[in-house]
Nanobody, 130 residues
Framework: VQLQASGGGLVQAGGSLRLSCAASGRTFSNYVMGWFRQAPGTEREFVAAISWSGSSTYYPDSVKGRFTISRDNAKNTVSLRMNSLKPEDTAVYYC????????????????????????WGQGTQVTISS
């Protein structure tokens, strides 16, 4: 699976951005999708995840209620809508795909872990000014 992320930019605190990730190369609906972010000097951090059909979504407390992940299996895309952005949201954001062979129970307990994602996009920079 090839992933191409886009939509990053510079916005003021309190603003919004929508990131998109276009997938190609494999059957998109066979993959769970995730968004992660990485700020300089930090480890890659889980931001959002969505199941194969989109029926289940997951977020850490740091973004819950502000970020929304969605997918369109007909268009092979996954999106991340980010509202009420804060300076601490500044990072490079990566989309990721994993797990045609995962069971639902395995995915529900591991969705936030980077090793379960086999494919990664190139990242898009998000900068929030205070």
């Amino acid at each position: 699976v090839q992933l191409q992320a886009s939509g990053g930019g510079l916005v003021q605190a309190g603003g919004s951005l929508r990131l998109s990730c276009a997938a190609s190369g494999r059957t998109f609906s066979n993959y769970v999708m995730g968004w992660f972010r990485q700020a300089p000097g930090t480890e890659r951090e889980f931001v959002a995840a969505i199941s194969w059909s989109g029926s289940s979504t997951y977020y850490p407390d740091s973004v819950k209620g502000r970020f929304t992940i969605s997918r369109d299996n007909a268009k092979n895309t996954v999106s991340l809508r980010m509202n009420s952005l804060k300076p601490e949201d500044t990072a490079v954001y990566y989309c990721a795909a994993g797990g045609p062979s995962y069971t639902s129970s395995y995915y529900r307990t591991n969705y936030y872990k980077t090793p379960i994602y086999d494919y990664w996009g190139q990242g898009t920079q998000v900068t929030i000014s205070s």
